[in-house]
């Protein structure tokens, strides 16, 4: 399974402070907000990413991350010349795609919960069909949003309805098998002028091949207001000085997962030295 992370878009709901810089380089409290996103599809084993982003801002994903050779990971760097909806990932990444499945997740959401991971790995081994979440919001208006019957069998879905059916909103992470990219490509765009990734998702549910897990006890943030920066920070900073481990650390997660080596691990923390997260990681590699 391949994955693409979409960190487009131009963020105008953190005005000012995403004017000169993308939302998803924004911290959230001591590493960039994508290194949370790059870190769940590192936990869902996927080592080939795709980031999809703006022509202004696709410069600085290079500079932040390189190739990703470092972390024993393959980056691509595609731009997206507008932002026209989520599914459109699926089209300018076909041929990063290839053959394979593919996971999309996108650059600001962060997901934390201690079964997440093993959610991941099984997610990760689809074959046929597609997986995506269902995540209780007191209002759901602003996502995409699941409707069930009394059985617990999906019925409906919907894009920002201005009435829920339901208040289970749709996360920013999705599984799909290869036939992703040609519903991408048969999605007329919507009144909002854009593919939505909920017309795709319909087209699993159509051939009933849509899968969708209720995750609980799991925090679920989109970081795209200044109170869910903030929230996001300060629950990164509580985790981490109660259970002593850092949260979305790609370089340890890589080290873990045996991509790179000890010696490497260390060198990457002498690149950091000065800062409090290089001093964590040369703990990671000394006590190991």
Not at 50 to 56: A, V, W
Not at 125 to 141: Q, R, S
Request: glycine share 8%; charged share 25%; proline share 4%.
């Amino acid at each position: 399974m391949k994955g693409i992370i979409l960190a487009g878009g131009y963020g105008t709901r953190l005005y000012p402070i995403t004017k000169s810089i993308s939302k998803n380089i924004l911290p959230i409290y001591d590493k960039p907000t994508v290194y949370y996103t790059i870190s769940i599809l590192m936990l869902s084993n996927i080592r080939d990413i795709l980031i999809i982003s703006t022509p202004e801002d696709i410069s600085a994903y290079k500079r932040l991350l390189g190739d990703g050779n470092k972390l024993g990971l393959n980056f691509i760097y595609m731009i997206q010349e507008s932002p026209l909806g989520l599914a459109d990932a699926f089209i300018i990444g076909e041929d990063f795609i290839g053959n394979d499945s593919v996971a999309l997740i996108l650059g600001d959401n962060i997901i934390y919960g201690e079964t997440f991971p093993n959610i991941l790995h099984e997610a990760a081994t689809l074959k046929e069909g597609a997986i995506i979440f269902g995540y209780y919001v007191d209002d759901p208006k602003s996502y995409g949003v699941v409707e069930f019957d009394k059985n617990g069998k999906v019925i409906s879905l919907e894009e920002k309805p201005s009435a829920p059916k339901s208040n289970y909103a749709v996360p920013g992470i999705y599984f799909y098998d290869n036939k992703v990219i040609e519903f991408a490509k048969s999605v007329l765009p919507s009144a909002r002028g854009e593919i939505e990734i909920t017309s795709v998702n319909k087209a699993y549910l159509e051939l009933d091949q849509l899968q969708v897990k209720i995750l609980t006890d799991i925090l679920w943030i989109d970081t795209g207001t200044y109170d869910n920066l903030l929230e996001a920070s300060n629950f990164i900073k509580s985790i981490q000085k109660d259970k002593l481990l850092c949260i979305g650390s790609i370089e340890r997660i890589a080290y873990e997962k045996g991509y790179i080596s000890k010696e490497q691990l260390l060198t990457l923390a002498e690149s950091m030295s000065k800062s409090g997260y290089g001093k964590y990681l040369k703990s990671i590699a000394e006590r190991s």
